[in-house]
Structure formats: structure tokens, C-alpha cells
């Protein structure tokens, strides 16, 4: 029997989180993909999930762009997702900002509660914990918030 990696559990946890806190999302906008753009797409299907990237991620994706300047209008998608993008991101409200303009009903990101870090990863420009994240969510214009820990992972979510 093959045990499933880090990363395998993980994006388990991550789809199950989406499926729980969005449970009637058909169509679904993903930024920051990368690699799992793929996975995502079997997972979801083709026509309900729409995996977006910048244009020099170096793995096939469903099409370029930059989450904080989205061209899709706004309420095109049920949910926006983002699996460990916010820490990537220039412009994180800007961001969180466009993924509550382009959703029906909210948006959901986790980041790694790891060690790998700004000060490990030249990638991540933020390292974020319970508080600093709740604080920028709270600045959102969202009905619901709620920001908590689960699992290695760090998991904020916005309802319009």
C-alpha cells in the first residue's frame, strides 16, 4: 500500500476545507496553481474548475493572470480558492480583494504554518500566523470571516 506524501494530504485537506465551507460551488476560480493546476482539474472537473497562474509559472495551467488584477467580472465564479498564494502576493488585501469581486459567495486561502517562511523562501515575501492574517481579513468588506489553523495549514475565509 503506498502512503500518500505531505503534499497529497494536504491538497486532501485543502479540497475537503472548500468542499465544507462552500458546499454547493460548482464553478471554481484557483490562483496561484501551479503544479496542482492538473490535479485540481481531475479532482473538480474541467468545466467547473479554472486554474489560473502567472504567466511565467513554469506548469501547464488553465490560463495566465495575476490575482490582484483579475479580468473576469465580478460574481463569474461560486468560490475562489488559493492554496498557498497569499504569500507571494505584493499586494495581499489588493488580492484577497479581487478574489471577493470575481466570487458568488467567498473566497477560501491557506498558507503553510511551516517553517518555510519569507526568511527561508526567497518566494514568500510574507509569513503569516493566526493574528496577522485575521487582521488583514478583517479590513475585507465580507459578511463572514473566520481565520484558524488546521493541520499545518493556515486557512482563511471570506462570504460575501
Known sequence: MRVPTDREVLVRRFVDLTRRHFPDAETRLDVGCGPLCGIFNKIYGKDNYTGL?????????????????????????????????????????????????????????????????????????YSWTPKTLRQLFKRLPAKEIYVFPEGGLLVGVAYK
Open 53 to 125: 497562474d502567472l504567466e511565467s509559472c513554469p506548469y501547464p495551467v488553465d490560463v495566465h493572470g495575476d490575482v490582484q488584477d483579475l479580468e473576469y467580472r465580478a460574481d463569474l465564479f461560486d468560490v475562489v480558492t488559493g492554496w498557498s498564494v497569499i504569500e507571494h502576493l505584493l499586494n495581499p488585501y489588493g488580492g484577497m480583494l479581487e478574489m471577493l469581486r470575481v466570487s458568488k459567495t467567498g473566497f477560501i486561502i491557506t498558507t503553510d504554518l511551516s517553517k518555510r517562511d519569507k526568511n527561508n523562501d526567497p518566494d514568500h515575501l
